[in-house]
């Protein structure tokens, strides 16, 4: 067993995970942004691939 790929894979899992983690916060930032903006939540939800119920729950943190 070659414990260096077997490392650059989960190496390799981690940053894809990572950088979902990141593209979801910068929907739900986007989406809270147009929140205050006063956009409506069915166009938020288009936008950000943020289903409506996830658009919803953010009117309470904006």
Known sequence: MDLS???????????????????????????????KEGFPIEVIARITSLNEDEVQKLTKQS
């Open 5 to 35: 790929k077997e490392n650059t894979s989960f190496a390799h899992y981690y940053k894809k995970v990572g950088m979902e983690i990141g593209r979801e916060k910068v929907r739900i930032q986007v989406a809270i942004n147009m929140l």
